[in-house]
């Protein structure tokens, strides 16, 4: 399940990422509206139970609207009428925003290919890695085309075209553990997206909050393997009913295969703290790797005339995809 709006992905606390996300939400809505795809326009809710949390959140509202973000603290009476989701127990408030969109990305994604075909006349190639390009001649699988340009997205593959080019970059990658309880009981809708105090000391977008550093020490000090697995909770629902928890972050060039209990049991942990669901049997555990840059929000190269390289949005990148490809296909002019 992924998020669209303005406090979700990383970037700049404001500036050109802020921009480049809401002209990829408003592409993501014109594809999801003509493809006919399931999305719930719901916004997000950050929970805080801590003092130091509600300083954090209180300040960002205060400030951000200036910047552009869409957001308002809520009272504990607002949030709990705007969800039944969140535990009132020890809830202090909640910053609210109405731009996050979700969508299903198995659903999602599983349809886009056959939109883009008959919409636009794309034509994909699945199973044929791309081995090599010297232009005007991309190689891959048993096939040659003969193009003009090539967009290379490769993702956390660093090894197979151009790989000193990589090497050089200063990417890493990222792991995330993610779960999916079974689909709740029907009719039961979760409503805005969930996160809550350890979200607001994770995303750069926060960064602007001179209240942030006491939060972090007391994050530190008292959930230190929280800090350790870069956890925080972030709650959503799929088409079908279920709720996808996540995500932890493992950082590094070698990833381990393996997952964690230890940090399943972290985050539910976490999560069941706020969230108040009828069904929280988990039906699915998995993980996920992507390209990240210590520095830049995602990273655009040119390793060759007519061949560019983009990749490293991190965890944003359905959030900022169509806002990143609309700006790369301006900056070759085509």
Known sequence: ???????????QPHGTMHQMALRSRAHWLEVLEDARLPYWPEGSLHA???????????????????????CTWLTPEQVVA???????????GALWSPTEITVDPRVTLAALPGYLHERFGVTLRFGSVVRNIDLPIIEGGPERWMVDHAIVCSGDDFETLYPKVYAESGLTR???????????????????????????????????????????????????????????????????????????????????????????????QYISSYLNAPAMTIAQRWYGVYARHP????????????????????????????GVAAQTIQEIGL
């Open 174 to 268: 990222v792991k995330l553990q993610m779960l999916r309880t079974v689909p709740q009981p029907s009719g039961w809708r979760l409503g805005p997206a969930l996160a809550a105090g350890l979200t607001l000391r994770f995303y750069p977008s926060f960064g602007m909050c001179k209240t942030l550093p006491a939060l972090k020490r007391r994050i530190q000090a008292e959930m230190p393997e929280h800090e350790r697995w870069g956890i925080h909770g972030l709650v959503s629902q799929t088409a079908c009913g279920e709720l996808t928890l996540g995500d932890s972050h493992q950082y590094g060039s070698c990833i381990d295969i393996f997952n964690h209990d230890e940090i399943d049991q972290l985050m539910l």
């Open 1 to 11: 399940m992924r998020n669209f709006g303005l406090l979700w992905p990383i970037g």
């Open 82 to 92: 705007r969800s039944a989701a969140i535990k009132p127990q020890g809830l202090i």
């Open 48 to 70: 805080v139970y801590h003092d130091d949390e509600a300083e954090v959140a209180r300040e960002f509202a205060e400030v951000a609207p200036g910047l552009g973000y869409d």
């Open 295 to 322: 520095e830049q929000p995602y990273l655009s190269l040119e390793p060759a005339p007519g061949v560019r390289i983009v990749t490293s949005p991190g965890g944003a990148g359905m959030t900022l995809s169509f």
